[in-house]
C-alpha cells in the first residue's frame, strides 16, 4: 500500500472542467419551481459527473401566474414553438397528466432530445410507445420519479439484467392513502385523516386518483411492464379504494396480528399475470406491515430471494432531487440504455390467486351463523375475532370467486356487505 | 398514440451484435464456481446490453484440487504470469482476503483493466488506494456485492450525486449474526443456532469473524467512506461481538417491544464520525427490528427521509449475480465513473452519542438497588422487566462513558458484569 501511495503521491490527472446541458422544462407548477431551484442551487453537485446543469427554457400554460421559480429559468414562455425553438440538450417533463405531456414528450424524443419525466400518468399510458420512439431516434426516455419519487430502483433493475429476474411484486404505491390508513390507525376518523392530508399538502384538492387508488394502479401498470415485460391498460387493472374502510376495520387488522395497507400487488411465475390494487390485510411480519404515513415501498420477489426498497413517495422536493439524479445518470451512459421492447400482446390482468382473506362480518342474523353460511362456500374461518360490536375473521386461503360467492350469500341473508380483503403471505411462497 | 404505432410498425433497429468481453478470474472458490457457472449459463441475458462475456482465464492457488468449475473456464492456471499474460477486458476477483487478492487487483488496475470484486476485507483495507490507481489509470473498481451482495445500492447512489447526500446509516450486514440471533429469537440456544448455520453452510469452519463483529466492521469502513466521504481505519471502529448474548436476553428484547440485531451504524450529521458495530436493541418500530436470518438490511438517513434497502446478504448465488451485473454495467458506462478522491486525513471514528440502553442487571444485591446504583450515576431506567430471574431495563438516553461509569461501579457493588446495548431509535431524529 504504501508503494502505491508514493507511486500516486503527484497525481497528475487533468482538471474537469463540467459541460453546459441546456435543460428545456415542461411545466413550472410545484415538482417544476422545486426542479429549477434545485437546478440552480445544487447543480454544481453535479460538476463531478461532467455536467452543469442549466434550466435554459421553461413552457407554462399561463405566463399570467405569478411564479417566483422563473428568476431560475432562463426564460419562461407559453409557446411551445418558442419552447422547442432553443438548443435543447434535455428536456425534464413535470406538467404531469397525459395530455399535453405526452405531444411535448413525442415531439423531444422524435428530435432525439432525452426526456426524464416523472409523469405516472404518461408512462402508464403511453411508455412503451415513447420508449419504442427514443429506441428508434437513438435517445432516451427515464422515469425513476415516477413511482416511490425518493427511492432510486427502476434504473438500477434496468441495467442490471440478472437481478431484474423478477417474478412478483407488492408495493405501497401511494403516500396519500397510507398517510390516511395510517392516520386511522393512530386513532383519527377517515375523514379528519383525509383533512389532515389535503391540510399537509399530502392530497391533492380532489383526492379521488389517490383514495380510488388509480394513482397505485397507473404506477402498477409501469412495474408490470418494467419487471414482468407485460403490457396492460390501467383500466383492466382490478382496482380498489381505500374509501369501504373505516376505523374499526383498522383496528381489527392490528388486533389480528397485522395492518390494512394500501397496495398494488402483481405475479407472473405461474405465466399468467396476476394484479390487483386495493387495501389489503398483512401480517406483522410482511416487509412492508409497517411502512407508514408517506413513505412508499417496494418488495420484489426474485429466485434468490426477497428485497424491500422503502421511503418517501413523493412530495416535490423528493421528485426534484430524483428527476436531477437521472438527468445525470443520463449524461454518464455510453450507448443509450433503452429496455428492449416488448413483444407480446397486451396481457389481461387476473386476480384468480387463493390467499387467506381478511372478513369483516357483521348485522343480523349472528355473526357467527354467518360464518358457518360461509363454510358453505368451503371458506374456513382460521381466526374469529369480535371487535366492537362486529366479527372480523381471517380465513384460510380461497379463491376471489369462492369469496364472492359467500359475499353474495351473505348479503342476501343479511342484507349487509360483509367487507372481504386479501391477506397476503408474508413470505413469498413461490421460491 | 395509434398515429406514433403506425410510425414505428416496420422498425428499422440494425441488428445488434454482442460484443465478446474477456473475464479473468481471480479465484475459483465458493463464489468463483457459481460465478463461472453463471457467466456460461447466463450469459446470453447479457447480449441487449452489447456484450458476451466469457471466462477466459481463472487463476487458482492449486492445480491438484478438483474443480468441476473448470468447465466453464478457458484456462485454469496456478502461474499469475500466465493469468496475467491473457488478453483480457475485465478482471474479477473472487479469492477474498487481503492478499494475494490485493497485490493482482493492484497489477490489473496498473494495466488499465477494470476490476469487479467482491472482497470487503480488500475495499475496507485498500479500496480509497485502488480506487485512487484506478482513476489514474483511466479504469474503474467496483465492489457491489462486498456489502449486502444481494441488494443493488452502491452503484446507484454512487452515480446519483444528489440522493447520495446521506448524513448516517444504520445497517445489518453480517447474514450469519442475524441468523444466529434469529434463530435464538426462535427458541434455539446459541450454541445451537451457530451449530445450525455452520451446517447450512453460512457460517464458515472459524466464524469468528462474523461473530466477533469484524466482517460487518469490514463492511462499515467502506459504507462510511461511500457515504460519508471520510476514511476510517477498521481497526478503531468500536466493535462488539454477539457472543456475549444469551437467549434470554432475546427474549427480554421481545418482552419489551424490540430485539436485538447485530448492527453496523454511523453518522456524521454533526460532523464528527459517530460508529460503531455491536448487538443493538431496535424497537418494533425500526425499519430493520424484522430483518431476520441471512437477510441483510440498510437504512440510510437523508435530508428528506430515510430510505431502506433489504435483501439477501451473501451466498455464492447471490454473489455472483451482483458480480455478473456489475460487469454488465460496467460495459455499459460512457466515462470511468470513479468516485472523486477523499481529501481528508484518516477520520477517529468515536461513540459517545447518546441513546437509551437495554442493561441486562442480575446477580446480588436484588436489582432493583441496582437500578437505584445506576441513577447515582444518572442512569434512569424508563422500563424495568423481570425476565426469567433477571431484570431488564430500558433506559432514558445516557452517553457511553456515563453507562461504562454505571456498569462498572455496579459490577464493583455486585461482582457480575451487566450487559448494556445502545438502543437505537426508530426515527431518524436528526432531521
Known amino acids: 500500500m504504501t508503494s502505491v501511495v508514493e507511486t500516486l503521491s503527484a497525481p497528475t490527472e ?6 453546459t446541458l441546456r435543460i428545456g422544462q415542461l411545466g413550472l407548477g410545484n415538482v417544476g419551481s422545486a426542479l429549477a431551484r434545485l437546478t440552480a442551487s445544487a447543480g454544481e453537485r453535479l460538476h463531478p459527473h461532467g455536467i452543469a446543469p442549466v434550466t435554459t427554457v421553461a413552457l407554462v400554460r399561463s405566463l399570467s401566474r405569478p411564479r417566483p421559480a422563473a428568476a431560475w429559468v432562463g426564460r419562461v414562455t407559453d409557446d411551445p414553438e418558442v419552447f422547442f425553438a432553443q438548443p435543447l ?3 425534464v417533463e413535470v406538467i404531469g397528466g397525459v395530455e399535453p405531456a405526452h405531444s411535448f414528450v413525442r415531439r423531444a424524443l422524435d428530435r432525439g432530445i432525452p ?35 425518493g427511492v432510486p430502483f427502476l434504473g438500477t433493475f434496468e441495467r442490471r439484467p440478472l437481478a431484474s429476474r ?16 395510517s392516520a386511522v390507525a393512530a386513532g383519527a376518523s377517515f375523514q379528519e385523516a383525509l383533512d389532515d392530508a ?11 386518483a389517490d383514495v380510488s387508488g388509480r394513482d397505485a394502479a397507473e404506477k402498477l401498470t409501469l412495474l408490470i411492464r418494467r419487471f414482468g415485460q407485460r403490457l396492460i391498460d390501467v383500466d383492466r387493472l382490478r382496482t380498489e379504494g381505500i374509501t369501504a374502510l373505516d376505523s374499526i376495520d383498522v383496528r381489527a387488522a392490528r388486533a389480528l396480528g397485522g395492518a390494512l395497507k394500501p ?15 386495493g387495501p389489503a390485510f398483512l401480517s406483522d411480519a410482511h416487509p412492508l406491515a409497517r411502512v407508514s404515513g408517506v413513505t412508499n415501498g417496494i418488495v420484489l420477489d426474485a429466485p434468490l ?12 422536493d423528493v421528485t426534484a432531487v430524483t428527476l436531477l439524479d437521472d438527468l445525470c445518470e ?40 354467518t360464518s358457518e353460511l360461509l363454510g358453505t362456500y368451503r371458506i374456513w374461518c382460521r381466526q374469529l375475532l369480535p371487535v366492537e360490536g362486529r366479527l372480523y375473521a381471517l380465513t384460510f386461503p380461497a379463491t376471489p370467486d369462492r369469496i364472492k360467492a359467500g359475499i353474495d350469500a351473505v348479503h342476501a341473508a343479511t342484507g349487509s356487505w360483509p367487507l372481504a380483503l386479501p391477506a397476503l403471505p408474508a413470505e413469498d411462497d413461490a421460491c
Open 14 to 19: 487533468p482538471a474537469c472542467v463540467p459541460a
Open 89 to 91: 440538450d434535455l428536456v
Open 115 to 149: 426526456v426524464v419525466t416523472a409523469n405516472k400518468s404518461l408512462v402508464a399510458a403511453h411508455g412503451e410507445t415513447l420508449s419504442a420512439l427514443a429506441r428508434r431516434r437513438g435517445t432516451a426516455l427515464r422515469y425513476e420519479a415516477s413511482c416511490i419519487a
Open 166 to 181: 423478477v417474478h412478483g411484486l407488492t408495493a405501497i404505491l401511494n403516500g396519500t392513502s397510507n398517510a390516511i390508513l
Open 198 to 208: 389535503q391540510r399537509r399538502g399530502l392530497a391533492e384538492p380532489d383526492p379521488s
Open 263 to 277: 397496495v398494488a400487488h402483481a405475479s407472473w411465475n405461474t405465466g399468467a399475470l396476476q394484479a390487483f390494487v
Open 305 to 316: 430471494g426477497r428485497q424491500c426498497y422503502t421511503g418517501p413517495g413523493a412530495g416535490p
Open 330 to 369: 443520463l449524461a454518464g451512459e455510453r450507448h443509450v440504455r433503452t429496455p428492449a421492447p416488448i413483444e407480446a400482446a397486451p396481457a389481461s390482468p387476473r386476480w384468480t390467486l387463493e390467499t387467506p382473506w381478511f372478513i369483516r362480518l357483521s348485522g343480523n342474523p349472528p355473526a357467527l351463523d
